[in-house]
Each structure stands twice: as C-alpha cells, then as structure tokens.
C-alpha cells in the first residue's frame, strides 16, 4: 500500500492504475477506522482493481462548536488496518493543501440537507458536499462506497452525484454493529463505561420502532414519542432529534408507508451518536 | 460535426476520442455565436485533438427580470459557423434533462463572485458555476476556452477549477471587438440604430481610462469619475457599475498600481452591456 499526502501525485498514481487497466474502487474517510469502514474497503477489493482510501479530517465539515479538535486519530492503526483490509493507496492530504488561502469554492444541496442533522450541524453538509466533490476530482474513481449509518449524507451524495454528472457508481453497505448493537462509529471512543452502557438505548429504541411497526402501528406521532420515552428515561440520553421520514426524499411522514426511514441523534453525555433504520412497509 | 443533445452519448463521444489518443478542448456557449466565440473554437482546434462546443441557455445564471425568454438564439447559424471554425461535437443538452426534477446540488463560489456582475446580478455566478461543473463532468476536457470579455466570470471559472481540483487548463483568449471596438456580445444583437451608436462610449471610455493612467493618473477615483462623465452625457446609456480593482483578486484599488481591472457595465437603452480592459501600471 502506498501511502500519498501530495495531491497531484496522488491523482498520478491512480491514473497510471486506470492505465493498466483496473477499475478504481474509493473509500473517503477522517480516520479512525472501525469495522464499519473497513466493510467498504473489503467489499471494494473484491469489486476493484485499484482501491483508494482517503483520511482526512475535513475541517469545513465541522462547526466552530464541534469536536473537529478532539476527534479521534490514530494514524498508525489506520494504516495497518487498510494495509491488512488490502487498499492500494492511502491519500492523506494535508488540510493547508487542501483548502489553500483563497479557497472560495463550495458545494451545495439544498434540499435533503435542510433536515436530519443538517438542522442540527448548519453547514456540516455544505463541508461534506464541497470536500467530497474535491476528492472525486482527485480520484476519479469507477466506484465509491459509503455506509447506511450516515444514510441522510448518503442520500445526498447520490444526489450530488447525479445532479453534477459525476460518472460513477455509489455503493451504500450496512450498518456495522458492536455485538451489543450499537452502531459502530468513530466517536463510540469518547463513551466512558456508563456512557457505553446507556448508548445501548439507541438500537434498543429503533427495534422498538420496528416492532410497533410489525404489529401494526402506522401513526409516525405515536411511534416517535413511544421511542422518545424509552430514550429519555436514561439519565445520559439527550434526544437532538427522532425522526420518521420518506427514505428516498427524506419528507416528513405523517403515516408510515411504502420505504420508510427512522432516523435519530441522542447525545450521550457530551457525545452526538446517530442510527438509523430502513423498513419497507407495505399497505396492508 | 456530431450534434448531440443526449448527455451519456456525448460523454462518450469524448470518451471514444479520449481513447483514440486525441485531447479535447471545450469552448461552453449559450449560442447566438460570433467571432469572439469562433476565435475561442478556432484556438482549440489548432491546440487539441478533437473540440467540443457546448450550447446552453442556462436558466439558471438569469434571474426572474433578466433576458432568458428573449436571449438571441440562432441554432442554424450558429451550427454552420461551428462546422466551419472546425469543432468536432456540439453538444446541445436539453434544460430538462440538465435540471431533472430534484435537482438541488449548487456550486457557488463565496469571494470572487459578489463584486462587480455579481452585485447586480444576483445569483448570476453561481449558475455559472454549477452548469460548468456538470459540463466539465461530462466532457471531461484538457482545455477549457474562456473569452476575456467576460473576466470576472473567467476569474471566477479559474479558481472553482483550482479549488474543486479539476484536471484542466484553462486559456483566456483577448477580447474580439467589432471594427468601431464595440466589444462582440450576443446581446448586441438588441441594440437598435442610435443605441448602437450610442454603445461606443463604452470602449471610449475604457480608452479614456487607459489614456488618463498613461499620463500619469493613479488616483482611481478620479478615473472613475472622468469617464463615468463621458457614458453619463449619452442620452440612452445608465451606468450600472465602473470599477477600477486589482485584476487579480478584485480587491477595490485607491491607486492605480500592479495589474489593474477597469470594468464596466452599462444599460445602453434596455440592453446591459460589459467591456474591461487589463492593464499592467508600474510604479514610477
């Protein structure tokens, strides 16, 4: 595995790859890497000839009141871990590099960002948008893979994608779970033992979700404030935001029907986490 | 020539010509072509492989007041002259098909762009650069021809490649300006007798600008004032800017010094119409 910071050179090797011929499968990442990242990466080594994975800890993504300062890292085990997944090329741009002074360009959605987490985090999605159509340029992939637990920044980058006419395929894979189900996730790291312990509320609240569903209920009201109680009784737990909405277009729902997305931010202790859920409900 | 309005087969045109060993020089239009545009294609076809011509009335760089629904079209016209200037592909999308319903990803460039056109024309750049992101998506070109007529647009267009990290060069080719130096403008096909007549203030000006700093004039507020006197005693001519600013950066300039802009935009009757010149002072 080659590790790359310069851009040019970067986008030199993987031209050179295309070159010979192999398609470009490519991850982007901000490090700290857990299972849930590396699913993508083993699923594009088994799809791509060349696989490219990007760290970089975007600072346009984060607002000034965010964990951008603290956010994990560990470099060192990033890299075994890609080495051992099977990558090819590390990119690891330099944020001075990357955003130099003068930077004046960025990328919008302006409608699937506008709820979710884009109503909690203003301009997180602009970040993403803007850093990931530089990465594209960079990589020009065949292939790029995202995972479900960001759902809402998956649903917008297929559509920044189309909307841009990017010419590549996205992947979207599944949730990656601790075995207690939590959704693995780079800031789990923050979590002291009894914060880890009360996070379990989150799965627990979205299986709940599911089997009111299963048995029937289809009043979106009812089912959020059922899951909201089971959440609040937790002494750690502080709901941003429970939502059910239209999984494609991400509208709000007043009954659930047809492909249905539950979505949710519950701070624990000082620690935003997010999960999701996907069901189709068919109209009985 | 090929003409083709469908996106994906265009794209593969340029791709098919890209495998051929050709490189692939794109001149974006929104036709009602002349000689400044022509010039734009004729360069491309003695620096490249295989060129492409785009035309596209963007709606989305005019605002509700401005001039789409009466934008001089001339679709035979301007195919025969493409022939002839020898472009290989005029590519010709669809706005359905460029904007589908949904559409919701914008590229906007946040320094640059809120001087100068961008004042008045609010929302005018960012239309701009979002359809040339698609575009440089879907031709994916080497060289990207740019007329000096519309510098704040080609500054704009210079840094979005550079920010956003696109693989192109870009060329900006001088100003073609009709035999009584009315800078070439699709929209001076508005103009009637006496408007037209009226339109040479506009480069008298900018040649009373550069005569003034030739004799020593540094102080730009005076220049500004001097030729606006000149546009101002034309019956049918308004000004809607004259600015004098650093030619790089748009920075407002006190003294004239470095390389400098004088740009203008004047409604002469009903029709706006822009001109500049460039010039490198020196510091005696």
Redo the contacts between chains.
């Keep these: 595995m080659v590790i790359q910071t310069n851009?040019s050179q970067a986008?030199q090797l993987v031209q050179k790859a295309r070159k010979n011929g192999k398609s470009v499968g490519f991850i982007p990442t901000m490090g700290a890497l857990h299972e849930g990242h590396l699913s993508l990466v083993r699923e594009a080594v088994d799809e791509c000839g060349f696989v490219v994975v990007s760290i970089f800890l975007n600072p346009l993504q984060f607002s000034p009141k965010e964990d951008l300062s603290h956010y994990p890292r560990d470099f060192k085990s990033d890299r075994k871990l890609l080495k051992l997944a099977g990558a090819d090329l590390l990119f690891y741009p330099q944020a001075k590099d990357f955003y130099p002074s003068?930077?004046?360009?960025?990328?919008?959605?302006?409608?699937?960002s506008k709820v979710l987490c884009g109503k909690s985090r203003l301009g997180h999605f602009r970040g993403v948008?803007?850093v990931l159509?530089?990465l594209f340029?960079?990589i020009?992939p065949d292939i790029v893979y995202f995972g479900q637990k960001d759902y809402q920044q998956a649903l917008i980058v297929r559509?920044?994608i189309s909307?841009?006419?990017?010419?590549l395929k996205m992947k979207i894979l599944p949730i990656v779970r601790d075995k207690d189900n939590l959704a693995l996730s780079s800031r789990n790291a923050y979590l002291n033992r009894s914060e880890r312990k009360e996070s379990l509320c989150i799965y627990e609240a979205l299986a709940l979700a599911k089997e009111l569903i299963d048995r029937g209920e289809k009043n979106t009201k009812k089912i959020v404030s059922t899951i909201s109680k089971k959440i609040s009784s937790k002494k750690r737990a502080k709901i941003d935001y429970i939502e059910i909405r239209n999984a494609e277009?991400l509208n709000p729902l007043d009954k659930v029907t047809g492909k249905v997305l539950i979505a949710l931010a519950v701070y624990i202790g000082k620690t935003r986490l997010i999960d999701n859920i996907v069901l189709n409900v068919k109209n009985k």
Tied chains: 1, 2.
Excluded: A
């Design positions: 851009i986008k003068g930077f004046s360009t960025y990328v919008e959605e302006t409608h699937l948008c803007t159509v530089k340029n960079v020009n559509r920044l909307d841009l006419n990017f010419s277009n």
